[in-house]
């Protein structure tokens, strides 16, 4: 009984670190809130929660082939709902490299 509860902790602990460590990765390199982790991460787990019962056979993999498939699901959401809200400036805000303003 104590042991299920310790590795159900411990899964939960590393569950809640990848999706910190997805949010601090994201935030970090493009400085953009992406708040999309909780719906996708629901997503993976209510897939695999639901297609436990069709893979008797294999269940330990079933992990591995949900997971690519869910990665190329997620690419398609990224490639459709990025150009409905991402337009690229008309012109450049500074000409400098480092994204200051250049000096007038």
């Known amino acids: 009984m104590l042991g299920q509860v310790v590795i159900s902790g411990l899964l939960a602990g590393a569950l809640y670190a990848m999706v ?27 897939t695999n929660l639901l297609a436990l019962p069709v893979a008797r056979a294999q269940p330990l993999s079933l992990p591995a082939r949900l997971d690519a498939l869910l990665f190329l699901v997620g690419m398609a959401l990224s490639a459709c709902s990025s150009d409905a809200w991402w337009t690229p400036p008309s012109s450049p805000r500074s000409s400098s490299p480092s994204g200051c303003p250049s000096p007038s």
């Open 20 to 46: 910190a460590l997805g949010l601090g990765l994201i935030f970090g390199v493009m400085r953009v809130l992406n708040v999309s982790h909780g719906p996708l991460l629901m997503l993976g787990a209510y």
